[in-house]
């Protein structure tokens, strides 16, 4: 069903794929740009069916960091470039039109932060104002006015947005609409308002132009609105005009992950299920659809009519036209890179796609043909071998294991990594469909990297743990973060974990759900009652360890990104794993390590003690061949850090040679 046609409204669409509207924060002064234009036109090229493109500003408040908008004539233009340039390739384009409310950051630029109520955002600490009903009628008509400019701009449809806690939202959610007028109170006069704006946006569009609406399944707010209270406010959106409804999940507030790792694939298409059951217009599902397979099976049950695809999309432009030809797509791993961007009010950019925002640079034939090795098939290895064979060198890469990937595999075994894993299926056909000539099982030292007589040498070895430990006492006892993630059996039950980073924090989260229920385990015991509820909870939060960690810092965690942090704290509390900040470890005996903070001393019993303490560049090859022209040093074998570094240093070094 995947690429089967759907008609929305008048519109044909070629295939059930939709590219769903999400912050890009590549405008300047909400125009539309050559980058936004070439960044939209590689996925309208990839053969993506729907493309919705925002959101958009209907007002100029709503102007600010690098948010687009269509609130005044004078932008139109730049939409029509944007149009022209999607269509040329048979994809349909749609405008999603947004108010921030309370969730805008505008007041870092002085404009002006208003919603319902005067209540205070957690998304960013401020306080709006509450609008007046003239206020709110003026921003009905904006909303109307900019989805006229939108079907002027040629868009072949316009969505509204009344998603993720945005204004409209918040009018519907008696959480931030404590407004006593006929605009808050009960459910209907909370409806009021978003009808009120679908009616304006349908009298300014007309009768034959498809109106959609991204609509919040579920705030999963306590208190906040419901599915099926969502259920209800379809049904009177589609009798005044809503053609599609693009269904999607809870509040950026929400404390129930939408979009992380350990999302299950698809785990919200049931809220689009949900919607389908009491409207009769096409329905698409989202959250977390990262394949093809996941896609069909959503339609093919009946949930939903389209499926939305945005970082899976965002990460491989041609995902469309792989999933449908049987290419090798190049997947999100869900590292949440893209959304800790938009956090930051910076643009987005994707660890494993270096050309994202980047759509206008393609990839320079080599003029002067090389023979050139690459040492270590980890994330940069790869990529700069794939890279290099691409533009016509002729490349080999040597890796010392039997497999590629190097700490790549370790990486992915936290809970919440699987997607990880499916990069190293994309490297390896890249590398065969390059020509690259992999060697596995093949140690490089320096004198047959000399025998070689390679043009250029690119040594990828990645890097090694930091194994200096700062305290005295039974070695005996300690072990490396590294190895455990690498299956390294761990005595137990008592753990403490030296150093509270990123990796410190997986390893124990890693052990802390050892013994716990699996997912199968815990279906059973619930479809057949054999536990209550409250105590299967129990079981998959309750495992073998009792796990501390140990930071020197205030806080744990400070090298992930704000998208997956605030996820990771969540879990190991929920967990029962304990935080021992701002302190050191002193001397680890036999009962135990010996802890000194600003409380004094202390010892915590401990069989077993995981270090955690960062790594080092693994460069002795490199420092063989220190002197020798054309050899070049990159990802962590340069300086350990995140994926994305790896990757697109990679990729900038192998364009350069």
Same mark, same amino acid.
């Given at each position: 069903?995947? $690429? ?51 959101? @958009? ?56 932060? $208003? ?29 109307? @006015? ?19 806690? %945005?204004?409209?939202?918040? $009018? ?97 298409? %049931? ?12 329905? @698409? ?18 949930? @939903? ?114 997607? $990880? ?88 989260? %890693? ?110 090859? %490199? ?35």
């Amino acid at each position: 069903m995947l $690429f089967e046609p759907i008609s929305i409204h008048s519109l044909e669409v070629r295939n059930r794929i939709v590219m769903p509207g999400f912050h890009l924060n590549f405008a300047r002064e909400g125009a539309i740009n050559e980058k936004l234009v070439n960044f939209y036109e590689a996925r309208a090229k990839g053969g993506t069916g729907l493309i919705m493109v925002g959101g @958009a500003a209907v007002e100029p408040n709503g102007v600010f960091a690098g948010w687009i908008s269509i609130h005044d004539n004078s932008l139109i233009a730049g939409h029509q470039r944007l149009t022209a340039a999607v269509k040329s390739h048979g994809a349909k384009i749609g405008l999603q039109l947004v108010q921030q409310g309370r969730y805008s950051a505008g007041f870092h630029e002085g404009k002006d932060v $208003f919603a319902p109520s005067a209540v205070r955002s957690r998304t960013t600490g401020f306080v709006p104002r509450e609008m007046s009903v003239g206020e709110i009628h003026k921003i009905i008509a904006d909303f109307g @006015a900019a989805a006229r400019r939108a079907r002027e701009a040629g868009y072949d449809l316009v969505e509204i947005s009344i998603s993720a806690g %945005y204004l409209i939202n918040q $009018f519907l959610s008696p959480l931030t609409n404590l407004r006593q007028d006929e605009y808050g109170g009960s459910p209907k006069n909370r409806m009021r308002f978003g009808l009120e704006v679908i009616a304006e946006v349908r009298r300014q569009v007309g009768a034959d132009y498809p109106v959609s609406v991204r609509l919040g399944g579920q705030d999963f707010m306590p208190g906040g609105t419901t599915w099926k209270e969502a259920q209800e406010f379809a049904e009177e959106l589609e009798k005044i005009g809503v053609d599609l409804f693009n269904v999607t999940g809870g509040w950026h507030e929400t404390s129930i992950p939408q979009l992380n790792g350990e999302v299950p694939k698809g785990a919200f298409s %049931y809220l689009a299920d949900k919607i389908k059951s009491r409207v009769s217009v096409p329905v @698409a599902a989202s959250n977390r659809i990262s394949s093809a397979q996941v896609a069909e099976q959503i339609l093919l049950s009946g949930q @939903a009519d389209m499926v939305s695809v945005a970082r899976g999309i965002l990460a491989d432009p041609q995902w469309a036209q792989k999933a449908q030809q049987g290419g090798t797509v190049r997947k999100c791993i869900a590292c949440m890179l893209c959304l800790g961007q938009i956090f930051k009010r910076q643009p987005v950019i994707c660890s494993v796609n270096p050309l994202c925002g980047k759509e206008d640079q393609p990839l320079p034939a080599a003029e002067d043909k090389k023979r050139i090795l690459v040492v270590g098939a980890g994330p940069a290895g790869l990529e700069a071998a794939s890279t290099l064979a691409e533009r016509g060198h002729q490349v080999d890469l040597w890796e010392k294991q039997q497999t590629i990937g190097g700490q790549w595999r370790i990486a992915a075994v936290p809970p919440g990594k699987e997607d $990880f894993l499916p990069l190293l299926d994309y490297y390896e056909q890249r590398l065969k469909e390059a020509g690259v000539n992999l060697q596995l099982g093949k140690t490089a030292t320096a004198e047959e990297v000399l025998k070689w007589e390679a043009d250029a040498v690119i040594i990828a070895s990645g890097a090694v743990p930091e194994t200096y430990l700062p305290f005295s006492g039974e070695d005996a006892k300690v072990v490396q973060a590294w190895d455990v993630l690498a299956g390294q059996a761990v005595k137990g039950p008592r753990i403490v974990i030296v150093g509270g980073g990123s990796v410190g924090c997986e390893t124990a989260l %890693y052990l802390a759900q050892k013994g716990t229920l699996d997912a199968d385990q815990a279906r059973f015991l619930l479809i057949h009652q054999v536990e209550s509820a409250e105590e299967i909870r129990r079981l998959l939060l309750n495992g073998s360890y009792h796990l501390t960690i140990v930071e020197q810092q205030k806080n744990i965690a400070r090298d992930m990104n704000n998208a997956t942090r605030w996820l990771m704290l969540k879990n190991l509390d929920m967990f029962g794993v304990k935080v021992c900040n701002l302190s050191t470890v002193e001397q680890v005996t036999a009962q135990g390590v010996v802890l000194k903070s600003e409380q004094g001393v202390q010892t915590i019993a401990a069989d077993t003690v995981v270090m955690a303490l960062g790594s080092r560049a693994d460069n002795a090859l %490199y420092q063989d061949l220190a002197g020798r022209p054309g050899v070049y040093l990159v990802g962590d074998a340069l300086q350990p850090g995140k994926v994305h570094e790896a990757i697109h240093s990679a990729y900038q070094l192998a364009c350069s040679l």
